[in-house]
């Protein structure tokens, strides 16, 4: 019986790692447009805002639902609730933290991929429709070269 509850808890703590890894990992995809925007055009447009809000949405509820900030483990519960403003304002800063992070890794993922990017842009060029093999390809062909 132990041992059920062991494996029980290992699985949990393995599914609840997931989404933490998910979640940071959809974070950073929705910052890559600001990264695009910031990197290869040295500019910021609003076309990033519904990304960057949804990359907040998903930090915010990385840190006051689930505890996954330098804050630990803490919960805001129901929206109506009081909470004081020095709680507040602690995680909007991780908040922001996470998002700066993320922001700042897809920049260099943007930056490491610049020219497998440009080498798309030029396809697209080219021809208005790209088939997926046409666009792994881009990017497949700077990691045989490497």
Do not use: W
Not at 38 to 59: C, F, P, W
Not at 63 to 75: D, K
Not at 96 to 113: F, H, P, S
């Amino acid at each position: 019986m132990t041992h059920t509850r062991y494996n029980a808890k290992i699985q949990r703590a393995k599914g609840l790692l997931e989404l933490a890894a998910a979640m940071y990992e959809t974070s950073l995809s929705f910052q890559t447009t600001r990264a695009a925007e910031q990197v290869l055009l040295a500019t910021m447009t609003a076309g990033a805002s519904n990304d960057i809000e949804r990359a907040v949405e998903i930090a915010r509820k990385m840190v006051s639902e689930f505890g996954m900030s330098r804050l630990g483990p803490i919960h805001l519960g129901q929206p109506d609730q009081a909470h004081s403003q020095n709680l507040l304002d602690r995680i909007e800063e991780a908040t922001n933290e996470i998002i700066g992070i993320q922001l700042q890794r897809a920049c260099d993922i943007v930056t490491e991929k610049q020219d497998c990017i440009a080498r798309l842009v030029e396809l697209l060029m080219e021809r208005d429709t790209l088939d997926s093999n046409e666009i792994l390809g881009c990017f497949a062909e700077r990691e045989r070269a490497a």
